[in-house]
C-alpha cells in the first residue's frame, strides 16, 4: 500500500505554521525573561490596563502578542497566570479575551495598544 502524495503547496503551509510557532514560543520566552528582570522595580498593583500599560517596558506586551502567536488559544491560560505571578492584574482580562478571539493572533494588539497609550499620554500632556 503507498501513501497518497501531498500537495506542495500544502507542505508550504506547514512548514510556515510550524515556523510561526516555534518562533511565538521562542519569542515569547525570551520577552518574558527580559520582562521579569524589568519588572522588579516597577509595582502595578490597583492599576488598571491602561495604568498598567504606561508602567510596563515595551517587552510585556511584546511577550503577550508572542505568546499569542505561538500557542493561539492555547496561550490563554498560560498568559492568565504569567500576568498573575508578574502582579501584572490590570492586562489579565484584555490579553485573555484577545488570546481567545480568533483571527487576531497575527496582530500584535497588545504591542499596539502600548504604543497608543504612550503616544495619547504625550499627545495629551502637550496641550
Known amino acids: 500500500m503507498t501513501l497518497p502524495e501531498i500537495n506542495p503547496a500544502i507542505v508550504t503551509w506547514i512548514r510556515l505554521a510550524v515556523v510561526l510557532v516555534s518562533a511565538g514560543i521562542l519569542g ?6 527580559i520582562a521579569y528582570y524589568q519588572l522588579q ?15 510596563v517596558p515595551i517587552t510585556v506586551p511584546l511577550a503577550l502578542d508572542a505568546m499569542d502567536l505561538g500557542l493561539d488559544f492555547l496561550g490563554a491560560p498560560l498568559v492568565w497566570l504569567v500576568l498573575g505571578r508578574l502582579g501584572l492584574g490590570g492586562l489579565q482580562a484584555v490579553a485573555l479575551i484577545e488570546s481567545l478571539i480568533p483571527g487576531t493572533q497575527l496582530l500584535p494588539l497588545l504591542t499596539i495598544c502600548w504604543v497608543g497609550v504612550r503616544l495619547w499620554g504625550r499627545w495629551r500632556h502637550s496641550d
Open 28 to 33: 515569547a520566552a525570551l520577552f518574558l525573561l
Open 41 to 55: 522595580s516597577i509595582r502595578t498593583q490597583g492599576e488598571d490596563f491602561v495604568g498598567t500599560l504606561r508602567r
